[in-house]
């Protein structure tokens, strides 16, 4: 069974950083999977932030965020990380990291429906 758990949520002030973690389980060793990140503001929709392939490290980012988020993976502690930098206010959600099994990383990795596995979520707070 894959599970997702995230962490490392919390608040911080407008222009800091802060690095939250998926730790992902359930895949194996030979399969081929996507992890994407995507945030969940009050009364909006989930958007596609990052997604990365296990397959080759490919990486895609959306424009809200590229040149200020970075997502990697540590194949070793099977766990996908989103470090964040320059934090603003209109970054605050819940952060959720998604799972499923394709490899190729493109602008349809951050579609929610391209997922079939889910985190709980953890909570980014940012203050002005």
Same mark, same amino acid.
Request: charged share 20%; glycine share 12%; hydrophobic share 30%.
């Given at each position: 069974?894959?599970?997702?758990?995230?962490?490392?949520?919390?608040?911080?002030? #407008?222009?800091?950083?802060?690095?939250?973690?998926?730790?992902?389980?359930?895949?194996?060793?030979?399969?081929?999977?996507?992890?994407?990140?995507?945030?969940?503001?009050?009364?909006?929709?989930?958007?596609?932030?990052?997604?990365?392939?296990?397959?080759?490290?490919?990486?895609?980012?959306?424009?809200?965020?590229?040149?200020?988020?970075?997502?990697?993976?540590?194949?070793?502690?099977?766990?996908?990380?989103?470090?964040?930098?320059?934090?603003?206010?209109?970054?605050?959600?819940?952060?959720?990291?998604?799972?499923?099994?394709?490899?190729?990383?493109?602008?349809?990795?951050?579609?929610?429906?391209?997922?079939?596995?889910?985190?709980?979520?953890?909570?980014?707070?940012?203050? #002005?």
């Amino acid at each position: 069974e894959v599970q997702l758990v995230e962490s490392g949520g919390g608040l911080v002030q #407008a222009g800091s950083s802060l690095r939250v973690s998926c730790e992902v389980s359930g895949f194996a060793f030979y399969d081929y999977y996507a992890v994407g990140w995507f945030r969940q503001a009050p009364g909006n929709e989930r958007e596609g932030i990052a997604c990365i392939s296990s397959r080759d490290g490919g990486t895609y980012k959306a424009d809200s965020v590229r040149g200020r988020f970075t997502i990697s993976e540590d194949n070793a502690k099977k766990t996908v990380y989103l470090q964040m930098d320059g934090l603003k206010p209109e970054d605050t959600g819940v952060y959720y990291c998604g799972a499923s099994y394709f490899s190729r990383v493109d602008s349809a990795c951050l579609m929610e429906s391209r997922y079939d596995y889910w985190g709980q979520g953890t909570q980014v707070t940012v203050s #002005a």
